[in-house]
């Protein structure tokens, strides 16, 4: 299901499906801009950028190894951190909360729909991890700005 989150000339969309397990945001905005605001939001909390996964990179450079000829991405990156404070907080609610450490944000721009930045993150379950969806939230929402 779709609903409209905020009425921008970015045409801002989240997407939240009961069958998915992500959130997902849109805009009209460039692939690398949307890509520094992300970088930029997650780094205004304080907190630092573990890794960078190359996603649509890998996926095209391997695209004729694994005998396919669909290209998925125009360009996709995924950003991986984590929070000291609310990652201690979680696992201490519960150590097995060490199963969604560290914690993602993708940008993707779908080859099927060029122009459309989707950015978004995994969703978590009911209980103290919802702190970290709505964190994870928030970050987007202040990319996106």
């Not at 997650?42 to 990179?57: A, E, N, Y």
Request: with cysteine.
């Amino acid at each position: 299901m779709k609903h409209l989150l905020l009425a921008t000339a970015l045409s801002l969309t989240a997407t939240v499906a009961a069958a998915q397990s992500w959130v997902t945001y849109t805009t009209e905005e460039s692939f690398d801009d949307v890509l520094f605001s992300v970088e930029n939001a997650i780094t205004d909390q304080g907190l630092v950028i573990d890794s960078i996964s190359h996603v649509g990179d890998m996926l095209e450079r391997t695209r004729a190894d694994v005998g396919s000829d669909k290209v998925l991405f125009v360009r996709a990156e995924v950003y991986q951190f984590c929070s000291a404070r609310l990652s201690r907080k979680v696992m201490e609610a519960n150590p097995m909360n060490i199963a969604f450490c560290p914690y993602g944000i993708f940008v993707a721009e779908l080859a099927d729909d060029p122009g459309k930045v989707v950015v978004g993150y995994r969703t978590y379950p009911e209980g103290e991890m919802q702190e970290v969806q709505a964190f994870l939230d928030s970050i987007v929402k202040q990319a996106l700005e």
